[in-house]
């Protein structure tokens, strides 16, 4: 088999064996039995396994975020971005389940680090660039545009891991309920909002 050939399917092998079993419980012994290789071959390719699983983590995270980038480069209104935000990701879980438990596997997205924790932070900061221009349009401050793009993005991809398994409703309902919890709590946001039992903010 030639090289690149044989690079791609040590790559399409690793991402099935990783979202199955998780990095740590996935050897190179494993790995080159499944694609009918010796070690020396995913060495070769790879340097080891944290080499495979760093390229079949990367290759994933462009595959997404370029998925991200197109929704998100037409124009529409706030609200239709922020669904098709919502059923890129949906789409994603549904189409390429593999790849989205090999991202949330072994860096939850409630713990900020690692692959997921990268990959969320980079769809983030497309959404942020969307609420800042609408939060300029709508006199709130900017500023505060990344602290809620983290938030939307946060809650959308914890929705999708849940998702994952449950696979119901569908992801169009789905992403509907999402957007519209999202939007109703953006559209009525107070320009200078305080701690309700009045004590000063960051307390």
């Known amino acids: 088999m030639p090289g690149?050939?044989?690079?791609?399917?040590?790559?399409?092998?690793?991402?099935?064996?990783?979202?199955?079993?998780?990095?740590?419980?996935?050897?190179?012994?494993?790995i080159a039995a499944s694609a009918g290789v010796s070690k020396p071959?995913?060495?070769e390719h790879f340097g080891g396994k944290q080499g495979l699983?760093?390229?079949?983590?990367?290759?994933?995270?462009?595959?997404?975020?370029?998925?991200?980038?197109?929704?998100?480069?037409?124009?529409?209104?706030p609200r239709e971005l922020?669904?098709?935000?919502a059923l890129v990701l949906l789409e994603y879980i549904e189409q390429d389940t593999d790849g989205f438990r090999v991202?949330?596997?072994?860096?939850?997205?409630?713990?900020?680090?690692?692959?997921?924790?990268s990959l969320l932070g980079e769809?983030?900061?497309?959404?942020e660039?969307?609420?800042?221009?609408?939060?300029?349009?709508?006199?709130?401050?900017?500023?505060?545009?990344?602290l809620y793009s983290q938030a939307l993005v946060g809650m959308v991809a914890l929705a999708g891991q849940w998702w994952l398994d449950a696979r119901s409703p569908g992801k169009h309902e789905v992403?509907?309920?999402?957007?519209?919890?999202?939007?109703?709590?953006l559209s009525h946001l107070e320009r200078h909002p305080g701690p309700l039992d009045g004590r000063a903010s960051g307390s």
């Open 123 to 127: 769809v983030a900061r497309k959404v």
């Open 175 to 185: 992403a509907a309920q999402l957007v519209d919890l999202a939007y109703d709590g």
């Open 41 to 43: 071959v995913v060495y």
């Open 4 to 30: 690149p050939e044989r690079r791609r399917q040590l790559l399409d092998v690793g991402r099935a064996l990783f979202a199955e079993h998780g990095f740590a419980a996935t050897s190179v012994e494993e």
């Open 82 to 85: 922020l669904e098709r935000a």
């Open 129 to 146: 660039h969307v609420l800042a221009r609408e939060f300029a349009t709508r006199g709130y401050r900017p500023e505060l545009a990344g």
């Open 53 to 77: 699983h760093a390229v079949v983590v990367d290759r994933e995270m462009h595959r997404l975020l370029s998925r991200f980038g197109t929704a998100l480069s037409a124009p529409g209104h």
């Open 103 to 117: 991202l949330v596997r072994d860096a939850p997205v409630s713990s900020g680090a690692g692959s997921s924790g």
